[in-house]
């Protein structure tokens, strides 16, 4: 149980662009999304934490007009990358929580975004 | 202000051997700590997870070890093996604050020779 679905796995597009991810919980609910960002051989950087029907929270520094994130459902969440530069290729990750397993978070298996 | 450290940054261990990694926290409001190991290429996969009212969780060859007091976990890899050779996260959250925001620590690159 407890899978978490990505999609595209990996995109390559044109600087300008945007470029949307989809983040699935396949088999519960996710109450709260989170989406990351990794760069190669780095950590997670949180980008921001969604909840089902509200406005995502973003991280400081992280621009939110440029990384649109929408959480229509509870098995849904998606990160439009909008205007995308070469600086914006990197190693994408949602996790979701059900609020059911405390503190637990599932991760996705990632989308690798490159801009040419 | 990095709130999980994490050492060493890499590691290298023969086959068999006990591979270690530790982490250090500073929020004492934290509840949650798990591991995570990830794969290149690939999404990070919950390995184990304790909670502060332990001080230590086994689960097949993984151990974590909690010291409360010094605001410290480890992991323990007993009988390391070649398939074991991955990235290693570990990471603190506060109950239900932030959503169960996670602060991850910079991770261990672990190499297991055969």
């Known amino acids: 149980g407890a899978v978490v679905s990505q999609h595209p796995s990996r995109v390559i597009c044109k600087s300008g662009t945007s470029v949307k991810i989809e983040c699935r919980s396949l088999d519960f609910q996710a109450t709260t999304m989170f989406w990351y960002r990794q760069f190669p051989k780095q950590s997670l950087m949180l980008m921001a934490t969604?909840?089902?029907?509200?406005?995502?929270?973003?991280e400081q520094g992280v621009e939110k007009d440029k990384f649109l994130i929408n959480h229509a459902s509870l098995t849904l969440s998606t990160l439009t990358v909008t205007s995308a530069h070469p600086e914006d290729s990197s190693f994408y990750i949602c996790s979701a929580a059900s609020g059911r397993a405390y503190n637990e978070q599932f991760f996705g298996p990632g989308t690798r975004l490159t801009v040419l | 202000q990095q709130q999980v450290k994490q050492s060493p940054q890499s590691l290298i261990v023969q086959k068999g051997g006990i591979s270690i990694i530790n982490c250090a926290y500073e929020?004492?409001?934290?509840?949650?700590f798990p591991w995570y190991q990830q794969f290149p290429g690939k999404g990070p996969a919950l390995l184990i997870a304790?909670?502060?009212?332990?001080s230590e969780k086994k689960e097949g060859r993984f151990t974590i070890s909690f010291n409360k007091s010094a605001k410290q976990f480890s992991l323990h890899i007993m009988d390391s093996q070649p398939g074991d050779s991955a990235t290693y996260f570990c990471?603190?959250?506060?109950?239900?604050?932030?959503?169960?925001?996670?602060?991850f620590g910079s991770g261990t690159k672990l190499n297991v020779k055969p």
């Open positions: 990471a603190a959250s506060k109950g239900r604050d932030n959503f169960n925001k996670f602060y």
């Open positions: 304790i909670r502060p009212d332990v």
């Open positions: 969604s909840n089902e029907g509200s406005k995502a929270t973003y």
């Open positions: 929020n004492t409001a934290f509840d949650y």
